[in-house]
């Protein structure tokens, strides 16, 4: 359970959870405290917990409230109110709550609750997995003492049950016959359960497979099948381009960039939810339980001779020329990609990686190995800022062993420095690895591209480590690959918190997203 309390009931419920073996994590903000909160629940497929307390508290957890609805993680925030009665007299801190709630909820058809145990209970039965929507709850005194009447969001998504039969080997059919099929897969498909049926159906079709961020590690970084990331650029076009079949596979549309789908393939989709709007209509699309759905699938193809004329060595081309076209040589400095690279051959796949938003995320997701589902964390449907510290705080409290890495731009760091010293307190197994180079780079890069002049996008380098040494975590400073490998090598052997205040290059970042994106 992570928040900032008020007064009011969060005191309440920290003691209650003291009773219940609850272990509770006061956070710097509360954005940051839902953030951990939904990437706890991603990670161990339950909802997580965060609360906060009114007005300012559910003010300042409004972009975590975003997030998770956005980035589709199961939380429930419980953030004080009001008794009834009192705003008759008091104008302090009062805004309509749950009309600043309601809306951010909105995308993932989450709501506001009625604070009672049978609202709970019903929330938590809500979806295709057990509430995976995400939810925000005012809880009085009162309410905590006597449950109100059970009132809940009505889940406006659009589930269904196992495919039919009849559908599912048509789809069989369809993918069995296909010369050229690719395989794209999308945050839906990113659990556990479902890595091996999933590598086991693209082996089985000899595809190419891409991911998208938030499924990277469904298909292992060096795995045969694997082709690169998939963001509804310029890219993957070289592969994708090729398909007489697109296969996708938990697409979620909430994570592909604004342009338009470019591919006259046709589509077989397979989702859980059909979301709206999309970016294509499928020949076929088979909704309802993912892994029904690929276990279905993988039967009716027993039964037809498979036609994919891929090969290995030109899957791995597209693979290869993915990463070789992100690679960055003229960093002016210390090359982005590189201090990827370092990092994960240092770190040798152990850790999660959470990501932030901004340029230093090409080469995060291009180069991190990530092995398995949810291996790399990052806010791709929101794309927010200040979402990489946080997350990795929850990944490390998850998973102590395994720990975590960040990788944040300086300006995404600044945006939740306070939370290195919540990392330092709950001794979260973390590696912090800014990319430094006192610049809002992906937003400057864009204002570079519509050749407008120098707008202030920029700073003096802040000194990250000195900064974290402040709040109690060990630190170095890396300026060349040479101290990179140094810093990283020593943060490997180590447990506990770290930052590695990595000072980038930025110049070729220009280049680097006119080649992914276009
Ligand atoms: C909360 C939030 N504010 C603003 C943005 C818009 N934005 C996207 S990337 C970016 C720049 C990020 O700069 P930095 O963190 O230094 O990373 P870099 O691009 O330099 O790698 C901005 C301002 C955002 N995505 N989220």
């Known amino acids: 359970m992570f928040g900032v309390p008020g007064g009011g009931t969060s005191l309440d419920m920290i003691d209650a959870a003291r009773h219940q073996d609850i272990r509770m994590v006061l956070t710097a903000r509360e954005d940051a405290a839902v953030i951990m909160a939904g990437v706890a629940g991603v990670l161990g497929e339950a909802p997580g917990l965060a609360f906060s307390t ?16 956005l980035d589709r993680m199961p939380v429930l925030l419980m953030a004080e109110t009001f008794v009834p009665g009192e705003t008759d007299y008091v104008s302090h801190q009062v805004f309509d709550q749950t009309a600043l709630a309601t809306p951010l909820l909105d995308a993932a058809g989450g709501g506001v609750i009625e604070a009672s145990a049978d609202a709970v209970e019903a929330w938590l039965a809500l ?14 005194s009162a309410a905590l003492r006597e449950p109100a009447d059970t009132a809940i969001v009505s889940a406006r998504e659009h ?15 369809l993918a069995s016959e ?12 990113t659990r556990t359960g479902l890595e091996a049926p999933i590598r086991d159906l693209v082996a089985r079709l000899n595809a190419p497979a891409l991911t998208t961020y938030m499924a990277s590690g469904m298909i292992p970084h060096d795995h045969p099948n694997n082709a690169g ?12 381009g090729e398909a007489d079949l697109i ?18 393939a046709p589509i077989l989709d397979l989702c859980e939810i059909i979301r709206e709007p999309h970016y294509f209509s499928p020949l076929l699309r088979l909704a309802g339980s993912l892994p029904d759905t690929i276990s279905e699938l993988l039967a009716g193809l027993a039964r037809f001779p498979v036609r994919s004329d891929w090969i290995e060595e030109s899957i791995g081309a597209h693979r290869a020329r993915f990463r070789d076209r992100l690679k960055i040589e003229n960093a002016e400095g210390l090359s982005p990609s590189a201090v990827v690279d370092i ?176």
Not at 127 to 140: C, E, H, N, W, Y
Not at 256 to 263: E, S
Request: proline share 6%; with cysteine; aromatic share 6%.
């Open 54 to 69: 009114k007005g300012p508290g559910l003010a300042s957890a409004a972009n975590g409230i975003a997030s998770a609805a």
């Open 127 to 140: 979806g295709p997995r057990p509430a995976r929507i995400p939810a925000v709850m005012f809880p009085t």
């Open 159 to 173: 589930e269904s049950e196992a495919p039919s039969a009849a559908s599912a080997q048509a789809a069989a059919q």
């Open 178 to 189: 296909a010369r050229r099929p690719v395989v794209i897969i999308g945050l839906e498909a």
């Open 229 to 240: 990331t998939f963001t509804g650029g310029a890219i993957e076009q070289a592969c994708v």
């Open 247 to 264: 296969i996708t596979i938990g697409l979620d549309p909430v994570e592909l960039i604004r342009k338009p789908w470019t591919y006259d």
């Open 343 to 518: 990092a994960a051959e240092a770190f040798g796949g152990r850790p999660r990686l959470a990501v932030d938003a901004g340029a230093h995320m090409f080469s995060a997701c291009a180069y991190w190995p990530a092995a398995g589902a949810r291996d790399v964390l990052i806010s791709n449907g929101l794309a927010s800022m200040g979402f990489a510290i946080p997350a990795a705080i929850a990944a490390a409290l998850h998973d102590p062993k395994r720990g975590a890495v960040a990788m944040s731009g300086d300006g995404g760091a600044m945006m939740c420095l306070g939370e290195l010293q919540t990392a330092a307190r709950a001794g979260a197994n973390a590696c912090f690895i800014i990319f430094n180079d006192g610049r809002l780079s992906l937003i400057d890069i864009k204002r570079e591209e519509r050749q407008m002049p120098d707008l202030g996008l920029n700073w003096q380098a802040p000194d990250f480590a000195a900064a974290a040494r402040g709040f109690g975590l060990t630190a170095w400073t890396a300026e060349s690959a040479e101290e990179m490998r140094h810093a990283c090598a020593e943060a490997a052997a180590a447990t506990g918190p770290q930052l590695i205040d990595a000072r980038v290059g930025s110049g070729g970042y220009f280049d680097q997203m006119k080649a992914l994106r276009g």
